[in-house]
């Protein structure tokens, strides 16, 4: 039997509720904060994301799907979905617009990343970027909006963790400074720690080895050497947040894993027990002032974030929140009897007309397994017809959790249940 490729997953009918949940949310807040839904193509260009996601990078080195059309273009699956905004702002003119373009987004990337507990191959992000005018007040209401928006759906147990970079006046200094510091501890260090005290000494700050973070949790912090410009623009970012009261912290070691960003960036980890979890963080984001010359084109500045699906729907089920859209305000229609089944086929087609969601097993005939199918999908009252209630003109509503049944005249039986399932 062919299987799924490794790495990627069905989002299966019992999931929808949360991906419902997810998509309603975005629009919503995209609506209020104004930001307008963006779809770029699945394939890009292989050469947007290495200069733009960095040659050294994971991303790049290891983790994307590419290909070679037969006319010799190399292409990859996204692994995300901040350099094709970006294109696409600069390739369709969006400059000509008012400032910043803000633009969101919920669609699927690629990375060929070891497959572990929330680490697919395939992923959906969601994610807000504004293009076009930047500064510190533009990376506050960004994360006061993924802030907002993991509020929304119900979470809480979450910090953002904050850093910044510095720009290209300062950072190139202290990469220096901090190579420097690798090399003097390279015999401590992991093999793979050692191939980047030159070649990408920040991502050392990545390590899961202890004996490296030991070394990196004394090295130089970039908040030392940033220029006097970045300091004051960092102050602000932290000064507006404690303004908005967004849960964070200042976390020096965050360095994102990605090459476009400069100043402020942030990853948002969940806690369990008390506990934050670093491997497996909910978002991330920051300013790429830098990203559209990085792809030749002319200086843009951009901040943006981007929140991974499968990881708050995992999230929202930890904490217990359950969402079951096909069972709130389900009824069940049971009949007993070829008569009660033909008043039954019609009762249906009442019901939907109104707007009542109606499950029914009309292959069934036996109440007892027409009951059963009821309880197991969850609904919340079941219709019950026999041929003494086509008599009587009536039926008979049992309340599914409780089991209390009462009779009621057929023609009383809609208003009643739009009333007690709030239909309009
Ligand atoms: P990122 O941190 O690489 O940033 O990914 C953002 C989020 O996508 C992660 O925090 C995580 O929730 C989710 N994610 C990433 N990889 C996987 C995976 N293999 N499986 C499941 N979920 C995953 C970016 O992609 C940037 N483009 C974010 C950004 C937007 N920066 C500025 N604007």
Redesign the pocket.
Known sequence: MIESVKGMRDILPQEEGYWDLLEATVKNIAISFGFSRIRTPILEKTDLFVRSVGKQTDIVQKEMYSLKTEGGDALTLRP???APVMRAYIENGMKAQIQPVKLYYIEP?F?H?RPQQ????Q?Y?I?F?EIGLGGSAVDTELILIAHYFLSKIGLDNYEFQVNTLGDENCREGYVLLLSEYLKSNRRSLCEVCNNRVTKRPLSAFDCKEEKCQRITRMAPKIIDSLCEPCRTDFKEVLELLDEVQVPYALNPFVV???EYYSRTVY??WTSRDGELDSQV??????R?DGLAELMGGEHTPG??????V??MEEALKEKGIKINKHSSGVVFLAQLGFQAKKRAMRLLSELLLEGVRVRSSFARNSLSSQLRVADKLEAEYAIIIGEKELYDRSIILRDMKTGNQETLEMKDLVPELKNRLNIL
Request: charged residues 30%.
């Open positions: 995300e979905m901040t990337c990375r990343e929330l680490r697919y191959r992923f992000q994610g970027e994102r894993g990605l990853e948002i963080s909910l978002g991330g984001g920051g790429y901040s943006g974030f981007a929140l991974g499968e990881r």
